[in-house]
């Protein structure tokens, strides 16, 4: 089957630096996607990664090992403002993406 | 402003009654699905649509029907026969090629009661 891991919550101080962490199993995978989601709103795209290595946008980073199917995103310069549920989504192309259950980060002054 | 819209936001009904989620792009893109999210969970996918007047069903698509007569527009039913609906739904879009990228409407609470 195909399935995402990701840690259900983390815990981090305004200003430091947090990851969070994504593991999947699947052999259909061609790459993964993180999206942010703020309590009652809709999620957001941060990013996508389809070749291994790490994509930097700002404050957040997003790395991807396909030979260890294992994803992370890195929050820098953490604002209260980033207190939210990430997911990691894997890409199947054409429609297909399924996504993980979400971390919820809670961040602290 | 180009964008996903989804109405209502909150949706009130009765068990035994179909109901119908209204979303609406203005993005041109071809690609559209429905999400279910359950509270702490993630997203499940109910159907989805590559093109107009075609749709596939996605891994929950029982007791769930769709349409996709024009590109802007598909609308969900959530039957009468759906156990359990009450949930948050969720309606994207995305760019043929580029479907690791989808943009989200505001989203539905559906509560049948």
């Known amino acids: 089957g195909q399935s995402l891991e990701q840690p259900s919550e983390v815990t981090a101080v305004e200003g430091a630096i947090v990851q969070i962490n994504c593991t999947y199993q699947?052999?259909?995978?061609?790459?993964l996607s993180w999206y942010q989601q703020h309590d009652g709103g809709a999620p957001t795209f941060l990013s996508y990664?389809?070749?291994?290595g790490l994509e930097e946008t700002g404050r957040f980073s997003s790395f991807l090992s396909r030979s260890d199917s294992y994803g992370y995103l890195l929050l820098q310069e953490l604002q209260m403002k980033d207190s939210a549920s990430y997911f990691c989504?894997?890409?199947?192309?054409?429609?297909?993406?399924?996504f993980g259950s979400g971390t919820r980060l809670s961040i602290r002054p | 402003d180009g964008g996903i819209t989804q109405s209502p936001k909150y949706l009130f009904r009765k068990e035994g009654q179909n109901v119908t989620l209204s979303c609406e792009q203005n993005?041109?893109?071809?690609?559209m699905y429905w999400y279910r999210q359950d509270p702490g969970q993630g997203l499940r996918l109910i159907y989805y649509?590559?093109?107009?007047?075609?749709?596939q069903k996605g891994d929950i698509a029982e007791g769930y029907s769709v349409s996709r007569e024009k590109k802007e527009s598909f609308p969900l039913t959530v039957t009468s026969a759906k156990k359990n609906p009450t949930a948050f739904y969720l309606c994207?879009?995305?760019?043929?090629?580029?479907?690791?990228?989808?943009?989200f409407g505001p989203g539905t609470r559906l509560t049948v009661t």
């Open positions: 989504a894997g890409w199947g192309g054409a429609s297909k993406i399924i």
């Open positions: 649509s590559q093109i107009v007047n075609d749709f």
């Open positions: 993005l041109n893109h071809d690609a």
């Open positions: 699947t052999s259909g995978f061609y790459g």
């Open positions: 994207a879009s995305s760019s043929k090629g580029g479907t690791y990228e989808q943009y």
């Open positions: 990664n389809a070749l291994d």
